[in-house]
């Protein structure tokens, strides 16, 4: 199949690899004029417009839209919906807003141009692992695409099959689903990326406990002086907490056991502060992730006006004195 793609920085630009790796023909256009030249030497043709990008198409055509959330995307899509004809579809694989798909999906539908939200998750290893992806939108058109979802997605692979009750969508398996309407995909992707936000979390307060074993404040005879790094890599093999954040943890302790290049600020992209709106909006308890989102916050400050007040309030009730500085 053909497809363009627009925006082709980490993660655009793999996907267009992986597809044209899968046989698949890439149109491609980025405000920067040498990622698309890049892409057009290894097989790409490499357009200077949305509407260049229009014209190198054939009908029905599929654009995939993979840039920033917010304006970024809006623009873009708002763009190409006045260039597209009716039975084209345009895909937001970005990390939009579920709300914001729902509101374009039907200003499109108005035009004959269909719609599909895709929350792409995978990273910059996308490209040799594949990439999960959760569709939202028309069914008829996700049924269209199946070719270019099926190239992307990561395959069955070795993971052990699940024990699936007959009639299942086998889509799953193979590391996509059609999760619904418009919105459905990015908002299965922005729980996921909630969820993200609190297993990271517990294994950096988890390693945290474990490195601080050896505080000067404990009993001589409790501290223990502990390897990180041998102890995350023998979690990675047969412990019910093995996953890829902690492959991606591994490495990164044995690369630097100190972690010396990294400050421990943390950012966060959106999602997870949606996702506890979202929690908000259900009466949903979401504990864990509320607390890993604020401990992002937390985590880019030194120390806040409330945490001043809670030592003048510990000090007004038991005279406690804070630490002396280390």
């Excluded at 798909?101 to 995978?122: C, P, Q």
């Excluded at 404990?218 to 041998?230: G, I, K, P, T, Y």
Aim: proline share 3%; glycine share 12%; hydrophobic share 40%.
């Amino acid at each position: 199949m053909q497809l363009g793609v627009i925006g082709l920085g980490r993660m655009g630009g793999n996907i267009a690899r992986r597809l044209m790796l899968g046989g698949h023909g890439c149109v491609v256009f980025d405000r920067d004029a040498q990622a698309v030249d890049d892409l057009a030497k290894a097989g790409a043709k490499g357009v200077r417009s949305l509407d260049a990008m229009v014209q190198a198409l054939e009908a029905p055509r599929a654009v995939w839209v993979m840039l920033p959330a917010g304006d970024p995307t809006e623009e873009t899509i708002m763009a190409l919906g006045e260039l597209l004809a009716r039975g084209d579809t345009i895909i937001d694989g970005g990390n939009s807003f579920y709300k914001d798909d729902i509101r374009r999906a039907k200003a499109l539908e108005r035009r004959g141009v269909s719609y599909l939200d895709i929350g792409t998750s995978g990273g910059v290893l996308g490209l040799e692992r594949g990439y999960c992806l959760m569709v939202g939108g028309d069914a008829a058109a996700v049924e269209r695409l199946d070719p270019i979802l099926r190239t992307l997605a990561p395959g069955a692979g070795t993971i052990p099959r699940t024990r699936r009750p007959e009639g299942a969508d086998p889509r799953a398996v193979e590391g996509y689903i059609h999760a619904g309407p418009a919105g459905a995909g990015h908002f299965v992707k922005m729980v996921h990326n909630g969820i993200e936000y609190g297993l990271m979390q517990a294994y950096a307060e988890g390693l945290d406990i474990l490195r601080s074993k050896n505080s000067s404040d404990l009993a001589a005879d409790q501290r223990f002086d502990l390897n990180l790094a041998d102890i995350v890599e023998v979690w990675r093999r047969g412990s019910v907490i093995s996953s890829w954040l902690l492959d991606l943890a591994s490495q990164a302790l044995a690369d630097d056991g100190k972690l010396e290049k990294y400050t421990g600020e943390v950012s966060d992209s959106g999602e997870g502060r949606w996702t506890i709106e979202a929690a908000i909006e259900e009466a949903v308890p979401a504990d864990v992730l509320s607390a890993a989102l604020f401990a992002r916050f937390r985590s880019r400050k030194d120390h806040t006006f409330g945490e001043k007040l809670l030592s003048a309030m510990r000090f007004g009730f038991g005279g406690h004195l804070e630490p002396a500085a280390k």
